[in-house]
Nanobody, 130 residues
Framework: VQLQASGGGLVQAGGSLRLSCAAS????????MGWFRQAPGKEREFVAA?????????YYADSVKGRFTISRDDAKSTVWLQMNSLKPEDTAVYYC???????????????????????WGQGTLVTVSS
């Protein structure tokens, strides 16, 4: 599956952005999806994940819980990350990813692991100014 992330940009602290990730190539509804981010000089970190169609779960990193919302529309083969109350520490390149593993007992531990994901988008830069 090919993933194309977009929607990044420069925003002031307290502002909002909505990232989009458009998928193509395979049946999008079969894949759990995740968002990760990587700040300069830091490792890639988990942001949020959403189950495949019918799974009914979402997971969030503690640092974004209550501020970010992940959602998907299988008819549009798109996953979004709505980011509100942005902080300078949210500055990073954001990547969307499609899971290559389906877990019988999903958990945040499994879906926050980069090894779960087989397909990655190219990243979109989010810069939050103070």
């Amino acid at each position: 599956v090919q993933l194309q992330a977009s929607g990044g940009g420069l925003v002031q602290a307290g502002g909002s952005l909505r990232l989009s990730c458009a998928a193509s190539g395979r049946t999008f509804s079969n894949y759990a999806m995740g968002w990760f981010r990587q700040a300069p000089g830091k490792e890639r970190e988990f942001v949020a994940a959403i189950s495949r169609s019918g799974g009914g779960y979402t997971y969030y990193a503690d640092s974004v819980k209550g501020r970010f919302t992940i959602s998907r529309d299988d008819a549009k083969s798109t996953v979004w990350l709505q980011m509100n109350s942005l902080k300078p520490e949210d500055t990073a390149v954001y990547y969307c990813a499609a899971a290559g593993i389906t877990y019988k007992s999903p958990s945040i531990l499994s879906y926050s692991d980069t090894k779960t994901y087989a397909y990655w988008g190219q990243g979109t830069l989010v810069t939050v100014s103070s």
